[in-house]
Every structure is written in C-alpha cells, then in structure tokens.
C-alpha cells in the first residue's frame, strides 16, 4: 500500500485561487461588483498589431474574462518569479475591476 499523494498545486491552480482571493476582497469593498461574474479564459483573440489583452469586460452580461497566458507569461524579464506572477494576477484583477466600475485601480481598497 503506497502512501497517499500530495494534492498537486499546478500554476493553474494557483491562479484561480489568486483570482478568487482578489474577487472577494473587492465584491467586499464594492457592492457594484456582487452580481459581476469573473471568469478565466486561457488566451485572448487578438489582432497581432495590438497589444495582448489581460483581460476582456462585458458590462451587458456583467461579466470580466481574464486572460492567464498574458497575465502570467508576459512579466518583464527577471519578474518571472512566483512573487511577481501572483502580484500581476492580483494587479490585473484590481485594473480589471476598476475599469469595470469607471474608477482607478488604487481607488479599490477599503479606505474608499
């Protein structure tokens, strides 16, 4: 009888719980985000002369698409750390929102 497997955290895994914890600190700090639904999408459509898109809204169907190939794989050189993947999730995330409701990012925490 073999022991037991550790639960396996892939960078899959870790994002969505990033996303999830960011999400429910703002539903938490804006009441304007409870009915938005957030969603994670591997890569985005895009036209190759436009920068890649982190992430897609759609206010009619209250929903945000975030994008994990662009937001984790495209950090600046040396910033390719765990650190700094969950730091640009949880950046793009806030950004996300903030252009979602029509205000800064920094204007998110719960000062405002």
């Not at 073999?2 to 539903?27: N, S």
């Not at 994670?40 to 190759?48: N, R």
């Amino acid at each position: 009888m073999r022991p037991p497997l550790a639960p396996l955290e892939a960078r899959i895994d870790r994002f969505d719980l990033t996303v999830g914890t960011a999400v429910e600190f703002l539903r938490g700090t804006w009441p304007e985000l409870q009915e938005v639904r957030f969603e994670i999408g591997a890569m985005p459509g895009y036209d190759a002369t436009d920068q890649v898109p982190r992430w897609f809204i759609d206010r009619e169907a209250r929903r945000i698409v975030l994008f994990r190939l662009p937001i984790e794989r495209l950090l600046p050189p040396g910033h390719d750390d765990g650190a700094h993947r969950r730091m640009a999730i949880e950046s793009a995330v806030f950004r996300a929102a903030a252009e979602y409701v029509g205000r800064e990012p920094w204007d998110l925490g719960h000062d405002h």
